[in-house]
C-alpha cells in the first residue's frame, strides 16, 4: 500500500496475436492513466512469441508514449508464464494485470487504485456477466470454478480471471514463487494478503479471436485442479476401494447361490464386462497418477520459466534506424521511413 498523495503504478498486459485490437485498447488505456493523478504510471507490454505484427505495433506505439515498456520472449510460453515474466519486470508500488482484448475495461483501473489505496492488497475483479461467450463455455466456466472451489483447500474465487491489481509486497510474493505449472488465478489466491472483489460487467471482445479453445480451456483446467488438490488421488484411491468391496460382495453372492441352490455360473459375458470395467477404472487411475508425476517431472528439471530476447524499457521514444534494427520486417507497419531502410541494406551490402 502506498500513501494516496504519491507512489508508482504499472500495469502489465500480456499480449498474443493481438495486433488488430492492440492500438484501441492502448488509446482506451492510456487515457486512464491520464486522468490518475499523484501516480506515476508505466506500461508492460510482454510479447509472447506473437507470429503477426503485435511487436512492431508496440514499437509504434512506444514512439508517441514513452510510459511503454517492452518484454519480448524467446518464444510463445503461454498467458501464464507472460504474465509471470511481466511481474518480474514491474518495479512499482501498485501492479494492474489486464488483457489486451478489452473485455476487461481499462476504465475501472481508478476504482482498482483507490480500493489498493484503502488498505487491500489485492484487489480482483469478478465478473457479473460474460458477454459475448457461448452458453457451453459459460456453463463449463461456472462448473469449473464450483468444481475447483469443492476441491481446493486455497479458496479461489469464482468468475474472476486476471484482471486485478496487486501490491508490491503481493508481486514480491509472487516472484518467490517459480514453478512451471502455473495457475495465476490460484497462485493469487495462494499468497494471501487482504484481498477484496470489485464487480464489473465484462464485455465481449473487441477483435481478434480468443487463443483459448476447447481443449485448451480443458488442459487449463486440467492445470488448475492438479496446482491445487490432490482430490482427484484420493477419488481414485475410494473408487479403488469401493469396487474392490463390491466384487467381494458379489463373488461371495456367486459362491453362496452356487452351493446352496446349485445355480450354475454364468461365465464369458458377465467376465467381459466385469475385466473390461476394471480395466477402465484401472487406466483412469493410472492417468491421474501420470498427471501429478509428469507434474513432478518438469519440476525436477528445475527449468528457467522463460528467456527474453528483448528487454525495451520505458523512456525517450527510438529513432528510425533503431527501430529499423529492432524490426526489420515489418518497417511498413510501424511506419519507418523507407529510405532509412534502403541505406542500412546498401551498408550492410558493402560490408560496413
Known amino acids: ?23 484501441q485498447f492502448h488509446q482506451r488505456l492510456s487515457a486512464t492513466l491520464d486522468g490518475i493523478e499523484h501516480l506515476h504510471a508505466a506500461v508492460i507490454y510482454v510479447n509472447d512469441g506473437s507470429a503477426d505484427h503485435t511487436l512492431a505495433v508496440l514499437l509504434a506505439l512506444r514512439q508517441q508514449d514513452p510510459r511503454i515498456a517492452i518484454v519480448n520472449l ?9 504474465l509471470s515474466a511481466g511481474l518480474d519486470f514491474a518495479d512499482a508500488d501498485a501492479v494492474i494485470v489486464i488483457d489486451a482484448d478489452l473485455q476487461d475495461p481499462p476504465e475501472l483501473i481508478p476504482e482498482f487504485v483507490r480500493l489498493w489505496q484503502a488498505g487491500n492488497d489485492v484487489v480482483y475483479g469478478q465478473r457479473v456477466s460474460r458477454r459475448g461467450e457461448t452458453r457451453l463455455k459459460k456453463a463449463t466456466a461456472y462448473l469449473f470454478y464450483r468444481v475447483i472451489q469443492s476441491l481446493s483447500r486455497v479458496h479461489i474465487p469464482e468468475d474472476t480471471g486476471d484482471f486485478r491489481l496487486l501490491s508490491r509486497r503481493a508481486v514480491q510474493a509472487l516472484r518467490s514463487l517459480r514453478e512451471q505449472h502455473r495457475y495465476m488465478k490460484g497462485l493469487f489466491s495462494w499468497i494471501g494478503y487482504s484481498q477484496v472483489a470489485l464487480r464489473y460487467e465484462r464485455a465481449p471482445r473487441s477483435a481478434g479471436t480468443s487463443k483459448f479453445n476447447y481443449p485448451r480451456l480443458w488442459a487449463f483446467a486440467l492445470e488448475g485442479i492438479t496446482s491445487f488438490s490432490i ?3 484420493k477419488i481414485a484411491t475410494y473408487v479403488g476401494l469401493l469396487i474392490a468391496g463390491l466384487s467381494f460382495m458379489g463373488a461371495a453372492f456367486v459362491f453362496y447361490k452356487a452351493l446352496v441352490y446349485g445355480d450354475p455360473v454364468r461365465g464369458y459375458p458377465s467376465l467381459m464386462v466385469t475385466n473390461l470395467f476394471l480395466s ?27 528467456f527474453v530476447e528483448r528487454h525495451i524499457p520505458a523512456g525517450m521514444a527510438d529513432d528510425a534506424r ?14 519507418i521511413d523507407r529510405d532509412v531502410q534502403r541505406q542500412k541494406s546498401v551498408r550492410i551490402a558493402g560490408g560496413t
Open 1 to 23: 500500500m502506498t500513501d494516496s498523495g504519491s507512489g508508482s503504478l504499472a500495469v502489465v498486459v500480456p499480449v498474443y496475436n493481438e495486433e488488430a485490437v492492440i492500438r
Open 74 to 82: 524467446s518464444r510463445n510460453f503461454g498467458k501464464e508464464i507472460a
Open 231 to 233: 482430490t482427484p488421488l
Open 280 to 306: 477402465g477404472v484401472q487406466l483412469i487411475g493410472i492417468g491421474v497418477l501420470g498427471e501429478y508425476l509428469g507434474r513432478m517431472f518438469n519440476e525436477s528439471k528445475n527449468r528457467p520459466l522463460y
Open 322 to 335: 533503431t527501430l529499423a534494427r529492432l524490426v526489420p520486417d515489418a518497417a511498413s507497419a510501424i511506419g
